[in-house]
């Protein structure tokens, strides 16, 4: 059981470049969310799924696109990578109302974009 | 205005003290509030949740919310070393497309031996 996974754990990418980060959970859960972290801004969200197939923009959605491929997996794509989106991001997967919609994150990606 | 607001420390207590974390929120539909707790280079966890007013314990945390004042806080009796990170509050609000959460911007915590 291994809660919520992402890869890769670490990515430089040139401005311009694209690429998808990955994030799958096993626990059945169907909420998921992804957020960037920068120092002094905390935590935002960039895009959620309240459920396999919707997808719904966040706080920060500009730069991003999302794909929920199935229950279990989530996708962050980044069409053309810019210095502005260096930071860590982490999956999160949210259990259901009678868990107390608790969250439980994966161990983040960090990526740095020259 | 930041939707969930915290002091962003850093905050510094003695081993065995009482640490005292708090949190303010701007939007009164908001309907749960959680804690996380995050160590240098790791993603958060989870310490509590809390969603009616007053106080809820485990162990040696307390949650307090007041949702007239739009407080949350978070008491750590008996403060450990290992207690030292950056703690997060969140409030969840229920939104069209479903349940978004805003974080605080984390509030250090040092734990002196």
């Known amino acids: 059981n291994a809660g919520v996974t992402q890869t890769p754990k670490f990515q430089v990418l040139k401005t311009g470049q694209s690429m998808t980060l990955q994030c799958a959970q096993d626990?059945?859960?169907?909420?998921m969310y992804w957020y960037r972290q920068d120092p002094g801004m905390g935590l935002r969200l960039i895009y959620y799924?309240?459920?396999?197939?919707?997808?719904d923009k966040g706080e920060v959605p500009n730069g991003y696109n999302v794909s929920r491929l199935n229950k279990r997996e989530f996708s962050l794509r980044l069409e053309s990578a810019a210095p502005s989106q260096t930071s860590v991001y982490f999956c999160?997967?949210?259990?259901?109302?009678?868990?107390?919609?608790?969250?439980?994150f994966g161990p983040g990606t960090r990526l740095t974009v020259t | 205005q930041k939707e969930v607001e915290q002091n962003s420390g850093p905050l510094s207590v003695p081993e065995g003290a009482i640490a005292s974390l708090n949190c303010t929120y701007s939007?009164?539909?908001?309907?749960?509030f959680f804690w996380y707790r995050q160590y240098s280079g790791k993603s958060p966890e989870l310490i509590m949740s809390?969603?009616?007013?007053g106080d809820k314990e485990d162990g040696r945390f307390t949650a307090q919310l007041n949702k007239a004042s739009q407080y949350v806080s978070l008491l750590i009796r008996d403060s450990q070393p290992s207690d030292s990170a950056t703690y997060l509050c969140?409030?969840?609000?229920?939104?069209?497309?479903?349940?978004?959460?805003?974080f605080g911007t984390g509030t250090s915590l040092t734990v002196i031996p």
């Open positions: 999160a997967s949210r259990a259901p109302a009678q868990s107390s919609y608790e969250q439980y």
């Open positions: 626990m059945n859960h169907n909420s």
């Open positions: 799924s309240a459920s396999e197939g919707t997808t």
């Open positions: 939007d009164r539909g908001s309907q749960s």
């Open positions: 809390i969603y009616s007013n």
């Open positions: 969140a409030a969840r609000w229920l939104r069209w497309g479903g349940n978004q959460f805003y």
